[in-house]
């Protein structure tokens, strides 16, 4: 067994929990009332190290390390998404830092938690087992509830965490339960494993893979398993907000990814056509809803789950041009959300909301964040030349070539849909103010770390979307990992 125990394998994630006892220890030997942006440079330089160190693992000739009897895979997949998930981590600390300051009554413990956040991200990344899925799901949705709930003197906030724990709490039991009648039937928790005793699924196994969906479309907000969402992402503070739409939907569909085509490919028949009817759904429904909405965060939110829908649609074909799209979108989706609340933390903090009262006129006085939001939403949209139109034809090409036509055209119409309410907040920023209505706002300036952020993932949105080369090939090697 001892030749299992790669400690190397968990290199990443040993930093991550270093660098976490690191930031949790300088925050108990600081003064109680004084600064803690020094544990924001300290976090940042710690992740700049753990990323260089997840890119040195990337493994061009498609390796693999186990660790454990294979309980926990490192393989280009895994890594790929730990890369995306300290970058989503790494620019949300580095925007926030003065939102933290001088917003948040809990300066220290949020740094701590988005470590334990993105801990658990990654060891959903790389488990290969349902244990250590769902070790890895709890330790990042229970930081998540704390994030949520972290503005003590706002009472939306304290109850996005209610209602995030209640509906949590529940789609928890249904995943634990689906998944111990999963180990039940077929004796092993290894994914691999459970796909060679399929046979022994019949009849209790599969209302387990039935409710162990259900706990993982949760997570995704898919719906019907969205009610959450939107309030839950309005009472969070902003920075929690965009890591819950970004980083946190693409941690859902790394472990969902290696759940379906590792643990029941011999199911696809079943939870293919039971993706392709949830993702149109989601895609229709959650752009529809976003349609009446004017508070941006909320907006965002049902654009979020129109997103999972897309991402979702590219499952249903089941094979390496499918997973490839996910994973390419994936990527494409956290530069776009870093480029949007870095704007839209930054009014919430300078004009108490994000709505569109107060991001009218932007542009004229605040040209910069203005720019970044306007970029975001473009990406989302799936307007070229960003990344999210490239992101989007690799996945209506792998659903038709699927044989959903059906799922792709539902798809296409909901995206160009979709930007109608996004040129509603831009039109509401280039717009000029007229007399009679409420003055100008003052300059929205953002700090220099937040414009660096900002402004690099503008481009690497749209250096995505016109030289895509790059990026397909990370995704290539990724694929190629994790299906051979």
């Known amino acids: 067994m001892m030749a299992d125990m790669n400690f190397a394998a968990l290199s990443v994630e040993i930093g991550i929990a270093v660098l976490m006892a690191a930031v949790l220890l300088l925050d108990l030997i600081l003064e109680k009332n004084a600064p803690r942006r020094i544990l924001g440079g300290v976090t940042a330089v710690g992740l700049l190290a753990v990323l260089a160190g997840a890119v040195g693992m990337y493994p061009p000739d498609g390796g693999a390390v186990a660790f454990y009897a294979g309980h926990y895979i490192v393989d280009g997949y895994s890594v790929f998404f730990k890369m995306l998930f300290i970058a989503g981590i790494l620019s949300t600390v580095l925007f926030s830092m003065d939102y933290a300051e001088e917003v948040l009554p809990h300066r220290g413990e949020y740094y701590v938690l988005l470590l334990a956040v993105l801990l658990g991200m990654c060891a959903l990344a790389s488990a290969n087992d349902l244990m250590t899925a769902f070790v890895g799901l709890e330790l990042m949705t229970v930081s998540f509830y704390a994030l949520v709930a972290l503005r003590t003197d706002a009472p939306r906030s304290a109850e996005a965490?209610?209602?995030?724990l209640v509906f949590g709490a529940g789609s928890t039991a249904a995943l634990l339960y689906g998944m111990s009648?999963?180990?039940?039937?077929?004796?092993?928790?290894?994914?691999?494993?459970?796909?060679?005793?399929?046979?022994?699924?019949f009849p209790l196994g599969l209302i387990g893979v039935v409710l162990m969906l259900a706990g993982f479309f949760f997570k995704l907000s898919i719906i019907p398993f969205h009610?959450?969402?939107p309030d839950v992402y309005e009472g969070a503070p902003a920075?929690?907000?965009?890591?819950?739409?970004?980083?946190?939907?693409?941690?859902?569909?790394?472990?969902l990814l290696r759940v379906l085509f590792v643990a029941f490919p011999v199911l696809a028949a079943y939870w293919a056509h039971l993706i392709a009817v949830l993702a149109a759904v989601s895609v229709v429904g959650g752009n529809l809803m976003a349609f009446r909405q004017t508070n941006i965060k909320r907006m965002l939110a049902y654009s979020s789950i129109a997103q999972a829908g897309y991402m979702m649609s590219a499952l249903v074909a089941t094979n390496a041009a499918g997973i490839k799209a996910v994973l390419f979108y994936a990527m494409t989706y956290v530069f776009a959300n870093v480029a949007a609340f870095v704007t839209?933390?930054?009014?919430?903090?300078?004009?108490g909301a994000a709505d569109f009262d107060t991001v009218r006129g932007l542009a004229k006085e605040s040209l910069l964040p203005a720019g970044l939001l306007m970029v975001a939403l473009l990406t989302m949209a799936g307007l070229p030349p960003t990344a999210g139109f490239v992101g989007k034809i690799y996945i209506f090409s792998a659903v038709i070539d699927a044989g959903y036509l059906w799922l792709a055209g539902v798809g296409f119409v909901m995206s160009m849909a979709s930007v109608y309410y996004y040129l509603l907040v831009i039109k509401e920023m280039y717009r000029d103010v007229e007399l009679g209505e409420k003055e100008v706002k003052s300059k929205l300036v953002l700090p220099l770390p937040a414009s660096a952020v900002g402004v690099l993932a503008v481009l690497c949105t749209?250096?995505?979307?016109?030289w895509a080369q790059p990026l397909s090939i990370l995704s290539n090697i990724a694929v190629y990992t994790f299906m051979r």
């Open 227 to 229: 009610l959450w969402a």
């Open 181 to 201: 009648l999963v180990y039940g039937m077929t004796g092993t928790m290894l994914f691999q494993g459970i796909a060679q005793g399929y046979g022994m699924l």
């Open 344 to 351: 839209v933390t930054y009014l919430e903090m300078k004009r």
């Open 239 to 255: 920075p929690v907000t965009g890591l819950l739409a970004m980083c946190s939907k693409a941690a859902g569909i790394a472990v």
């Open 462 to 466: 749209l250096i995505v979307g016109i």
């Open 161 to 164: 965490g209610m209602k995030y």
